[in-house]
């Protein structure tokens, strides 16, 4: 794996939550975000409020613009979202992860939490030139963003869903010839 532990659950909650905006919509109530908190072992403030899953959607499409950045636009998008917060970087172990970054208080909104996490992520991204690992689903029908962490770098659908639907779309291609 090219980054380390908290970077890459940092990278697939990113996605996950761009992803969630694709159709169909998988962020849509406050039972949504409860889901994703716990999927992506979140810790610390969360609210569980519309307002709180207001913020959180609205960061979606800012988040997709820095993960599909190339690597300038991205250092410059990654200083943005940390100038705008207070962050006070600190390792941390809990549950069962082992010792990671968190860069901003617990009781952050969880909206920045996320931006600065995902912020904190892209700057290995970007230290370690690695945003092919980062990309648009290969399906003509989807927008998703897909996250390869794979050796060979092979990795082009978003979900099983567009790789199955491709794979079927091939075969029966070869089978009509």
Do not use: K
Not at 8 to 20: G, I, P, Q, Y
Not at 23 to 45: C, K, Q, S
Not at 93 to 98: F, I, S
């Amino acid at each position: 794996m090219p980054f380390a532990h908290d970077t890459v659950a940092e990278l697939r909650a990113a996605v996950a939550l761009v992803n969630s905006a694709e159709p169909p919509e998988t962020l849509e109530t406050v039972a949504d975000l409860d889901a994703f908190f716990r999927e992506h072992d979140y810790t610390g403030r969360h609210d569980r409020t519309e307002q709180e899953l207001a913020q959180v959607r609205a960061l979606r499409p800012r988040l997709r613009r820095l993960l599909l950045a190339d690597r300038d636009s991205a250092a410059a998008l990654v200083n943005d979202l940390l100038a705008g917060v207070p962050v006070h970087p600190r390792l941390v172990r809990h549950g069962g992860e082992d010792w990671h970054v968190h860069a901003t208080a617990d009781d952050a909104p969880f909206a920045t939490r996320v931006a600065v996490e995902t912020a904190m992520a892209m700057i290995d991204v970007v230290r370690d030139d690695e945003h092919s690992r980062l990309a648009v689903c290969a399906d003509a029908d989807c927008q998703g963003l897909v996250l390869d962490l794979s050796r060979n770098r092979s990795r082009r659908y978003c979900s099983t869903a567009c790789t199955n639907r491709n794979a079927q779309a091939a075969l029966r291609a070869r089978r009509a010839r």
